[in-house]
């Protein structure tokens, strides 16, 4: 049987990652965003769903793992469904970390644990459609409520995406600022959430919990460089990391540039995990 070969990182620390997986899988955790790294990018976030390779990958490579892991900013229980984790016996050991850590889903339990809505949220997402309507927000402009820990304004579905992001961005950022929250820019999305929640903050605190003897990472946007840097973090304290892009032509550079991978979206993060899949397995 021929057996998927491993793309290899560009970075020594990347090798070093990827080694320390391979050397010693059961220590190893593997820690996944969704849109976009698991699920393609679709102009309705309500539409996204797990690429259809992703479950069986992850269900032949979890079992070998100390733990698989989804970081979202999504509501942990929209993840759960749109990547259609439950009931997989072989994703007994899956945790999904929505709101940035705010949520947690086991699957060997299937319970869910939140840390209930955030004032500053509730009160901006009662503002939010006439605060749009004031600022001109251009036709297309949609917000997404991520149930009561982050609210979200797209603008992909805009004639001009571009310009429309760019014009809610400082006036979004004052809003957010009123009542306490944060903006967190991604790909034709501003994130109104908490301050001190990021996907840095979650993924840390889940390898200290589970003692992660090295770490696989695999984001695509602006709200994973909280991740990217806690694992540069953590490889600096001598803990093993692979980082991994899933990359699209509109991927933002200043994540692309400090991948030690590079993969072709969510279908080449499948490929990975295959492929990771046949080496601990062979």
């Known amino acids: 049987m021929a057996y998927a070969e491993i793309p290899t990182p560009i970075t020594p620390e990347g090798k070093e990652g990827l080694a320390a997986l391979l050397a010693e899988p059961r220590r190893a955790v593997v820690a996944l965003d969704f849109d976009g790294t698991l699920a393609p990018i679709v102009p309705d976030p309500e539409q996204a769903r797990a690429h259809p390779g992703a479950v069986p990958a992850l269900a032949r490579l979890a079992p070998h ?32 970390l929505g709101h940035y850590g705010a949520e947690r889903w086991d699957a060997h339990t299937a319970e869910m644990h939140n840390a209930g809505a955030h004032p500053g949220v509730t009160a901006v997402r009662a503002e939010l459609p006439g605060f749009l309507d004031r600022n001109g ?19 992909r579905r805009t004639e001009d995406p571009d310009a429309a992001f760019e014009a ?30 990021d996907k840095g903050v979650a993924l840390a605190a889940y390898l200290r919990e589970v ?34 892009a899933s990359a ?24 990975l995990l295959d492929a990771l899949a046949d080496a601990v397995t062979a």
């Open 137 to 155: 927000a251009w036709q297309g402009t949609w917000v997404e409520d991520k149930g009561g820990r982050a609210v979200a304004v797209h603008t």
């Open 248 to 271: 699209a032509p509109e991927s933002p550079e200043e994540l692309t540039s400090q991948a030690d991978l590079i993969v072709p979206g969510p279908a080449g993060v499948v490929a």
């Open 168 to 197: 809610l961005r400082a006036p979004l950022s004052d809003l957010a600022a009123h009542h306490g929250l944060m903006v967190e820019p991604g790909r034709y999305v501003l994130e109104l959430r908490p301050p001190g929640v």
């Open 211 to 244: 003692g992660a003897g090295c770490v696989l990472y695999g984001g695509d946007d602006l709200g994973d460089l909280a991740a990217f840097a806690a694992v540069h973090e953590l490889r600096e304290q001598g803990l093993p990391g692979l980082l991994v």
């Open 65 to 96: 793992l100390a733990a698989v892991a989804v970081v979202t900013g999504r509501p942990a229980g929209v993840a759960v469904r749109y990547g259609g984790f439950a009931g997989v016996a072989a994703l007994d050991h899956l945790v999904v």
